[in-house]
């Protein structure tokens, strides 16, 4: 079992305070490995590295940066599988999976890289014909970066690689379930030779590194994914101080399964959607709208569908879904499910821990699946992050779009329909981030901005070419000769 440490100014150190976490498989509740309880100090020290290395870094060119992350891009891309088997060793994704989304950090790596090279800053007539104005975007400075469990690799990496190329250092606080996964990450960053200081990691309890990077007067922004209650936290500690925040949150996400759908597709859909990573997704499909003329097929056809889904270790083949990250998070699930009953819904599938001899040691909850839901239960309005998923039936699509938008979340959405009419409809009237039709709720593109609505985000986007916007301030620069 190896003891990993913290990054900071370019070497890797423990924590001041001694102390250690440990990290358990949640397919095995065998120790992987072990990370530091960092301290206030420790992300001092991290803040003093990044502000003595903001002022060169923003010096270096758009292009000289982004050589540093195509250095970085192909690092991790050359431990692909390392890295990937520590995420599924970790939190119990499969190892394709795993696979896929240390591919995902590499793309959004090289993304990035290129945009070292897109204008920074427009043209802008003046009223003097004898001036010229422009402008140009500038680094915030120190980033302070807040990343969940779920997306080890990928959510910090697209908030590190936009923060990096537009000039800015930064401080990570990863999700301690998956300190291992990152420092494996922060590891291709130092062989990458970037210089000191331009990144650093603290792990450590959000209570102290996570407070910390929030009330740090040395931290100009904050980019945080995770849940709603500790990011409405965030933003009100940020607004304290003036510091920029951008909050990407939870989910309560429905798909749409409108009475012309391809059931096979939709039942496909929905599968993946709800199921894929244990439904520990933001985007993951939470509640299934179904018109009461197909209700009863699609039922059936998705019935036999959850058949054909093999769950155990992630790290065996043909295994399709893992266990839940933690017994905690197995814990709340199972909670989810005990609601779901006691609330009157009609429980039609699943909705055990699994037991038996390759399950006995993990955290195995069964795909599970709610009928006869109300809209107003518990399990059709909280985010679960878990394979749960809920039935409601609906008429018209009027009825479905007024269904969709039934919760405090507005992340992502989804219709399967031949419709063109109601295409439009959809995305016009349900109040989400991410609309897609005729494919799953999950499903985000680099390239693309992602963000949510009502309660699931700041409203700030992330990715693509919006990412510059949270990561840089305009300056308006007016020139007389």
Request: some cysteine; charged content about 20%; glycine content about 10%.
């Amino acid at each position: 079992m190896q003891t990993y440490s913290n990054y900071i100014a370019g070497e890797w150190s423990p924590s001041v305070s001694g102390k250690t976490k440990e990290i358990i498989n949640p397919a095995t509740q065998e120790v992987v490995g072990s990370a530091p309880v960092s301290t206030a100090e420790d992300l001092d020290a991290a803040v003093q590295a990044a502000s003595e290395a903001r002022v060169a870094w923003a010096k270096l060119s758009g292009a000289a940066r982004g050589d540093y992350l195509y250095k970085v891009a192909n690092l991790i891309e050359s431990r692909l599988d390392e890295i990937a088997q520590a995420m599924t060793e970790e939190m119990g994704k499969t190892f394709p999976e795993a696979k896929g989304e240390t591919a995902r950090g590499v793309a959004i790596l090289r993304y990035y890289a290129g945009e070292g090279m897109r204008k920074v800053g427009d043209v802008i007539p003046s009223t003097d014909n004898e001036a010229f104005m422009f402008t140009k975007r500038v680094p915030l400075g120190v980033v302070g970066i807040i990343t969940p469990w779920n997306f080890p690799v990928a959510i910090p990496i697209w908030k590190m690689a936009p923060a990096l190329i537009y000039g800015n250092t930064i401080i990570i606080k990863p999700a301690s379930e998956t300190a291992i996964t990152a420092a494996k990450v922060i590891d291709c960053f130092h062989e990458a030779g970037l210089p000191k200081g331009v990144v650093n990691m603290v792990t450590g309890p959000g209570s102290v590194i996570g407070d910390g990077i929030v009330n740090h007067p040395g931290i100009m922004g904050i980019s945080f994914t995770g849940s709603d209650v500790v990011g409405r936290g965030i933003a009100k500690g940020a607004v304290a101080r003036g510091a920029k925040f951008q909050l990407e949150m939870g989910g309560k996400n429905p798909v749409i399964i409108a009475a012309d759908a391809d059931l096979d597709k939709a039942v496909e859909g929905t599968i993946s959607g709800a199921f894929r990573s244990t439904g520990q997704k933001c985007t993951a499909t939470s509640r299934v709208l179904v018109h009461s003329s197909i209700k009863e097929a699609f039922a059936d056809k998705l019935l036999s569908a959850m058949e054909e889904i093999k769950i155990g270790n992630g790290m065996e083949d043909g295994v399709w879904m893992g266990p839940c990250s933690s017994e905690g998070q197995m814990e709340t699930v199972l909670s989810y499910i005990e609601k779901g009953k006691e609330e009157g819904a009609k429980l039609i599938y699943g909705g055990n821990r699994l037991a038996g001899s390759e399950y006995d040691k993990g955290f195995y909850v069964e795909p599970t699946i709610f009928d006869e839901v109300d809209s107003k239960m518990q399990i059709a309005q909280e985010e679960i992050f878990g394979p749960v998923i809920a039935l409601i039936t609906f008429d018209d699509i009027e009825e479905a779009f007024e269904l969709a938008n039934d919760t405090p979340f507005g992340l992502s959405a989804s219709i399967y329909t031949e419709n063109i009419g109601a295409m439009l409809q959809f995305i016009d009237n349900v109040d989400a981030g991410l609309v897609r039709i005729n494919a799953e709720t999950a499903g985000v593109e680099l390239q693309a901005p992602f963000g949510g609505m009502k309660q699931s985000s700041s409203h700030s986007r992330e990715q693509g070419e919006a990412a510059i916007e949270f990561y840089t301030s305009i300056k308006t620069v007016f020139v007389k000769g």
